[in-house]
């Protein structure tokens, strides 16, 4: 076993069926009395966000509807000005991947007066990364989920810029504080939705476990992760409805969020990160089209760890092939597309979007080395 470190963000989990009617004791002991729920426009007008403010009483000014599809880093700075003006001591993220993000990019944003330029995490042309970090004093972060993103569990998080490509940024103190895992609002997810946030989590699972910066702790994670999810997201799209189906899915989505903190994402995340915004896409669509595609281009230098997740899912066909037939069965059998032009996506932003995925810190992660743009453009027309 080789030497390592392991670090680890600290919180407090809750999981459970109707976990978040315990939210008013939850706050009460992280000692904080003045949230700003932060959520996506139509979640703002739900009625399970209506009877959170209802429970905490909180009227409209506490709630910052910003959370939208690549949320831009000025919707960050807004809420941060609104979170001031509130008298916000904490942040309750209410929602998928978007509300998490934004509500960390808004921490940061009241802690540093809005210079999230600042702390812009970068890759290298040498391939090294700079992140650097703000010193200053967050505030703490509550997640509600309602999807299986795992944007709560881990440090990092994306916004997009001006023009609308996607920034990122790293840091440990704005993981979330408390999680609230609550089934039952995934329970009423629609199966298209979930099944992409679930590709999505997928990947935290796979890249956790051939990343150059996994471990064996961050291993443990990832292959309990993949199990949990992979049986649950199959269950949920042959039909099946259950409590216990969706109690499976929430673990496995934290479980795979915490392999990411230290294993970090790869390739697959580098691409998605900029094919997403610049093709329209949802993050969980892109993942779902491009998982497949990049687990075989990393299969010569991660056939032992593929193997491992084929045996760990009960695949017939317990080998490296066999863990990229599971996803492959598993999105189509939810009725995600299955390549780029099935979604829309024009072939001609190929070529510069390769050079932009080039500079993402993932590609540093990566276990098979990636030598130029050409390669990432070529896996891109792959999967067109």
């Known amino acids: 076993m080789p030497d390592f470190v392991y670090n680890n963000p600290a919180h407090r989990l809750v999981l459970g069926w109707g976990a978040r009617g315990a939210l008013k004791t939850e706050l009460a002991l992280l000692g904080v009395k003045r949230p700003l729920v932060v959520c996506s426009p139509r979640a703002a007008s739900s009625p399970e966000v209506r009877a959170l403010c209802d429970l905490l009483a909180l009227d409209a000014d506490g709630i910052y509807s910003g959370a939208t599809m690549h949320a831009p880093v000025a919707s960050a700075v807004e809420g941060g000005q609104r979170a001031t003006l509130l008298g916000a001591d904490c942040l309750i ?3 998928g991947g978007s509300a998490s993000d934004l509500a960390k990019g808004i921490a940061l944003a009241c802690a540093e007066e809005g210079h999230l330029f600042d702390f812009v995490l970068e890759r290298a042309p040498d391939g090294s990364i700079s992140s650097p970090t703000s010193k200053r004093r967050k505030l703490p972060i509550i997640a509600l989920p309602t999807t299986v993103s ?3 569990v881990t440090p990092g998080f994306s916004l997009t810029d001006e023009g609308g490509g996607k920034i990122l940024f790293r840091d440990a103190t704005l993981a979330a504080a408390l999680l609230i895992y609550d089934p039952e609002l995934m329970h009423g997810v629609p199966l298209a939705v979930m099944a992409a946030s679930g590709m999505n989590a997928l990947a935290h699972g796979f890249e956790a476990l051939y990343s150059r910066h996994s471990n064996p ?7 309990e992760g993949l199990s949990r999810l992979y049986r649950s997201l199959h269950a949920i799209a042959t039909g099946e409805r259950g409590r216990d189906v969706y109690t499976e899915l929430a673990l496995g989505a934290y479980c795979a969020g ?11 995340h580098a691409i998605c990160h900029k094919l997403a915004p610049a093709a329209g896409l949802t993050h969980g669509i892109a993942n779902a089209i491009m998982l497949p595609r990049v687990l075989e281009f990393n299969l010569s230098a991660a056939r032992a760890e593929l193997t491992t997740v084929a045996q760990s899912i009960g695949w017939p066909q317990a080998t490296a092939e066999g863990a990229i037939a599971a996803v492959t ?3 189509a059998l939810a009725g995600l597309p299955a390549r780029l032009k099935d979604a829309g996506v024009s072939s001609a932003i190929f070529p510069g979007l390769a050079q932009q995925i080039l500079r993402e810190p993932g590609v540093s992660f990566n276990p098979r080395a990636v030598a130029s743009a050409a390669e990432i453009e070529a896996l891109l027309n ?3």
Not at 217 to 223: D, K
């Open 258 to 268: 915490v392999a990411i903190i230290n294993a970090r994402t790869a390739l697959h």
């Open 329 to 331: 069965e598993l999105s």
């Open 217 to 223: 702790v961050s291993g443990i994670y990832a292959r």
């Open 382 to 384: 792959a999967a067109w």
């Open 93 to 95: 993220a209410f929602g």
């Open 150 to 152: 795992g944007a709560e």
